[in-house]
């Protein structure tokens, strides 16, 4: 995944253990929490870009549970922007003046074995314009934009 966080995610490598259990609300809308009692999840965290105010990320999810990368960034401090379940409504708020109008997580790779002919199939997807443009406004807001060495 690629996701934009708020704030500045100072770790470059960071992987995330904090056990997730999904959790029905009163309005029986289902969300996800922290629990020690939740399901193990584990999401790796690789900075790609700072702007200072916010920070592109690489997110590969090791195990696979529902809202897990929207809830390990918000639990490590840096929710992913336009996140209005799980994210911070001030940060979506400053979000949306640079033209981003939904949640910014995108799948970006895919990898799985084909289960009749167990041929690997890898799927790439580049950034969609929307969210292309939100980092082509970043980088023309913020004049010290920093690209992480990998």
Sequence with gaps: YRALVSGDWAVTNHVVEIPLRKNAERSGERMVIVADDGMYARSR????????????MEITLITGRTHQARVHAAASGHPILGDVKYGD???NSRFKSVGAERLFLHASYL???????AERIELVCPLPKE????????????????????
């Excluded at 965290?45 to 592109?56: A, D, E, I, V, Y």
């Excluded at 406004?137 to 992480?148: A, G, H, N, Q, Y």
Aim: charged share 15%.
């Design 111 to 117: 990898s799985f074995v084909h289960p009749a002919t």
């Design 89 to 91: 409504m001030q940060a």
């Design 45 to 56: 965290f690789t900075t790609l870009q700072r702007f200072g105010h916010s920070t592109l």
């Design 131 to 150: 969210l292309e443009n939100v980092i082509h406004k970043l980088e023309s807001f913020i004049p010290d934009t920093r690209v992480v060495e990998q």
